[in-house]
Structures are given as structure tokens and as C-alpha cells.
């Protein structure tokens, strides 16, 4: 300014254009949206980045921690494992270790008991993340933690047996011993076992109580040489045997058509102390001593095996256990057995088998049996050999009735098997080189079509295993 005049000059213009388009510039460029999508999309991209990278350190977590679970939980289970020898915690180390997760191991604790193991383990691997750590997240944890138990609930088993003439054939009598013998070893794991009981019933063409039981029921005393007692087809509907019924002594006298020999020792009620029931036992030696002498003998009635084999499970039949304890012919740790129907801890369950099917059974005319006399010849004579010699061939058919035959057999097998079923009995059948009829009938008595085995030759003993399986049951409880 010069006596209050602007002054200008070339280089204030010079000034004022530089500003001008520095100014005109910037509108320019306010104005301008073309950048702002690579903006946005460079964002993106590097949000995408991030997620995706989140995606692969979540998914290598969660093929780490399956892995790891998937581990201790086969680890658990063989460790709880009550035939297993070694010592659960190593059981446990010695998978993870092979499983090439040793270092991830934390915690392994187990408790047992006589009829029961319970192993619980932890695990637990860190994994450093890949592009988590973009977001301030630079490790995950992958935790596995699981428990398995096995144990033996109170268990009351009546193994029902066929020892039938039949089972004569194909080495069956000593496919059925080994097959029994694991079972039994398999179920009890020991005398000292007060847990599981078993009652052994074998059948042929009836069952002998044996002198201890049959002193115990009401009955009509005919002769002391076997001790079968005839149960109405009425009883075949409860599970029970009716103790305040008066049950007839069944006769004693071997059946043989042929009639060439005075064959004795295979009448159709059993006459030795071996082909006996068992009741309440936990002894497996003397068990297996007992199935080891068995011997094939007569005709087969399945539903007269099934009826003793229930109703030796049955509550009612308490007092006879106890009578039998007293006589020193059952285990006294289980005289509050048999449980009640409704004790949830106590399972209750039949392992029915057979070689064949129910067949006709005959008995001789109430008139030839009434007397001392009588009783005492066909204790003395196989009833055709007495008669081809001293019946004419004409009066044969009045010295003898049908008591049974197939079907009435049939009808009553599943009359019994339904009424235990009622009960909440479990019920495995084995139809051991069966036809299919046979088949039929076991799997209609079994508890299901899943209880039911139709085996051949040593095939038996798989299925007495798997039975056994069952019942001491090893479970993952967490």
C-alpha cells in the first residue's frame, strides 16, 4: 500500500492464479466419486481375508477337538473295560500315546468295584491360530472330556438247556459245553460275584426237579426215582408256579419204540442228580462240572424247560430258594431273590435253547401205574420191551395215552414265553441246527428279533458270547 493505494505487481498476479487453481483443484476433486469404489473394495477384500481366515482356524479346531474327543472316548471305553488287566490310567495314556496326542492328556481318574469300573479323562491342546490373530485372537483351545462305565447289575439268569436224544448228533453236546462254560465265566467272573445269579434247568422230554425242590412243592408222591412233576396246561399262562396247587408226580419209565433192549437210562422224566435243576447258583465250577455231564436223553419238551426256567425268576418262588438254601442246595447271599418284578436294579432274564422242537410225549395208562407193583416193574422195564413181550400186540394201545404232542407243545411254549414277557423278563432263544419250524417258535418266544440266534456248529458259543456281551453291557456315560 502507497499513500493508501494497493500496490500490484507481476508477482502478486502470479500468487493469485496459483491459488486460484490450487482452489478450482480441489472443487475438482471433491466433485470426483470415481476412486471411492476401489476404496470399498480393497476393504472388503481384506475383510473377506480376515473371515476366511477365521473359517480355516475354526475348522482346523474343530478336526482337532473331534480327533482328540474321538480319542479319549476309545480310550474310556477300554480302559472301564472289566476284563481288562491293566491299569486304566495306563490304558488311557498308552491310546493317546499311539494316537500321537500324549502331550495332550490332563486328567485321568477311576473308581471300581466288585461288579463295577468307572474311568473319567480330560484332554485338552491349544492350536495357535493363522490370520486370528489379525483380530487380537492368536490361540484356541480345543477341550475333550469323557467317562465310560461297565457294570454288572443284579442279574438273575436261568440258562434252559436241551439236552435231548437228539443233541446226540454232530458234536452238539460239546458245542453246547464250551459255549455254556464261557457264558458262565463270562456272567459270574468269579465265585465271589454276589450280583449274578444263575439257575440251570435242563430239559429233555420233562424236567426233574430234583428231590431238594420237588420235597419242597405240594405234590402226590408216587416213587423216589426221578422227581418230574406234571403242571396243568392251564399254569402255561402266569409266570408263577402255583404253590398251593397239589401237582402229580410224573411216572417213571423209559419210552423206547423198538422194544429190542431193556434200555433204563433214558426215561422220559431224568433220573440222575446231574440232569437236575440248579437254582441260585454263583459256583461256576460246579456249574460247568453239571454241563460237563450231561448226557442226550428222550424226547423234547421246550414249554416244561421255558415254565421252570420263568418261574424260577418269579418273586413267588422265593421260598423255595430259601428252602433250598436250608437244605445247602442254593448260594444263602441270595436269599432275598428272586427280586421283585419292579426292583430297577435287577434284570431278570432266560437264555432258552434248543436243537429241535416240541415232540409228542406218552404216558402210561393210569390203570398200569396205580399200584406199588406196577410202579415198581416199569422202574424195572423199558415199557416196549415189556410189552413186545407180554401184551399181545392187540391190547398195546389201552396201556398208554398222548399227553402231549407237537402243537399242544407249541401253544404252550408261547403261552409262557408271553406271560414272562408280561413281566418284564428278558428273554434271548437260541435255535441251535434248528429247522424252520423250530426257528419260528424260538424267535415268537424271544423278547425280540434281536434276542433270537439261529446257529450252526460252533457257532453257538458266538451266540453265548454275545448274550453275555449283553447283559454285563459297557456304556459311554459322558
Known amino acids: 500500500m502507497v499513500n493508501g493505494h494497493e500496490v500490484t505487481g507481476p ?29 470399498f473394495s480393497i476393504f472388503m477384500i481384506l475383510t473377506m481375508l480376515l473371515l476366511g481366515g477365521i473359517g480355516v482356524d475354526l475348522m482346523r479346531h474343530e478336526m482337532v477337538r473331534t480327533q482328540l474327543q474321538a480319542t479319549l472316548d476309545r480310550a474310556v471305553l477300554a480302559a472301564a473295560d472289566l476284563d481288562q488287566t491293566l491299569d486304566p490310567e495306563d490304558v488311557v495314556a498308552d491310546y493317546f500315546a499311539k494316537a500321537g496326542m500324549g502331550d495332550y492328556l490332563t486328567n485321568v481318574t477311576h473308581n471300581e468295584g466288585l461288579n463295577f469300573r468307572n474311568v473319567y479323562a480330560e484332554a485338552e491342546v491349544t492350536l495357535n491360530t493363522t490370520l486370528m490373530h489379525l483380530a487380537g485372537i492368536t490361540t484356541l483351545t480345543a477341550p475333550a472330556v469323557g467317562a465310560a462305565e461297565e457294570r454288572i447289575a443284579k442279574v438273575e439268569v436261568s440258562m434252559v438247556l436241551d439236552i435231548s436224544g437228539s443233541m446226540a448228533n454232530n458234536n452238539k453236546m460239546s458245542n453246547l459245553e464250551t459255549a455254556a462254560n464261557t457264558f458262565i465265566d463270562t456272567v459270574l467272573r468269579g465265585d465271589s460275584n454276589e450280583d449274578v445269579s444263575i439257575s440251570l434247568v435242563p430239559y429233555s422230554e420233562h424236567v426233574n426237579a430234583g428231590r431238594d425242590l420237588f420235597d419242597l412243592l405240594y405234590t402226590r408222591r408216587q416213587h423216589n426215582y ?3 412233576i406234571e403242571i396243568p396246561d392251564s399254569h402255561f399262562s402266569q409266570a408263577s408256579l402255583n404253590q398251593s396247587y397239589r401237582f402229580d408226580q410224573m411216572q417213571h419209565f423209559q419210552w423206547n419204540y423198538d422194544g429190542r433192549n431193556n434200555s433204563l437210562t433214558d426215561t422220559v422224566c431224568p433220573r440222575y442228580d446231574y440232569e437236575t435243576i440248579t437254582t441260585f447258583s454263583r459256583n461256576a ?21 421255558m415254565k421252570w426256567g420263568v418261574a424260577l425268576l418269579d418273586p413267588s418262588a422265593r ?28 434284570l431278570k432274564t432266560v437264555i432258552l435253547m434248543t436243537d429241535g422242537k416240541n415232540d409228542r410225549s406218552n404216558r402210561i395208562a393210569d390203570r398200569r401205574y396205580d399200584s406199588a407193583g406196577e410202579i415198581e416193574d416199569w422202574n424195572r422195564y423199558n415199557f416196549w420191551y415189556y410189552l413186545y413181550r407180554y401184551v399181545s400186540s392187540y391190547q398195546r394201545s389201552s396201556w398208554y395215552y398222548q399227553k402231549y404232542d407237537a402243537g399242544i407243545g407249541d401253544t404252550l411254549t408261547e403261552n409262557i414265553c408271553e406271560a414272562a414277557k408280561e413281566r418284564g423278563i428278558v428273554i434271548w432263544a437260541i435255535g441251535f441246527e434248528v429247522d424252520d419250524h423250530g426257528a419260528d417258535v424260538m424267535r415268537d418266544c424271544a423278547s425280540s428279533p434281536s434276542h433270537f440266534f439261529r446257529v450252526e456248529g460252533i457257532e453257538i458259543q458266538d451266540a453265548f458270547e454275545a448274550i453275555a456281551r449283553q447283559i454285563n453291557q459297557l456304556r459311554l456315560i459322558q
Open 285 to 305: 465250577t460246579k456249574l460247568k462240572e453239571q454241563v460237563r455231564d450231561f448226557r442226550p436223553r428222550a424226547g423234547t419238551s421246550i414249554f416244561l424247560g
Open 319 to 346: 421260598n423255595l430258594v430259601n428252602g433250598m438254601i436250608g437244605k445247602g442246595k442254593a448260594d444263602p447271599v441270595f436269599s432275598a431273590r428272586p427280586a421283585a418284578y419292579d426292583d430297577i436294579e435287577t
Open 226 to 228: 426221578s422227581h418230574c
Open 11 to 39: 508477482g502478486s498476479a502470479e500468487k493469485r492464479r496459483s491459488t486460484r487453481y490450487a482452489m478450482d483443484f480441489f472443487r475438482l476433486f471433491r466433485r470426483d466419486e470415481g476412486g471411492a469404489i476401489t476404496v
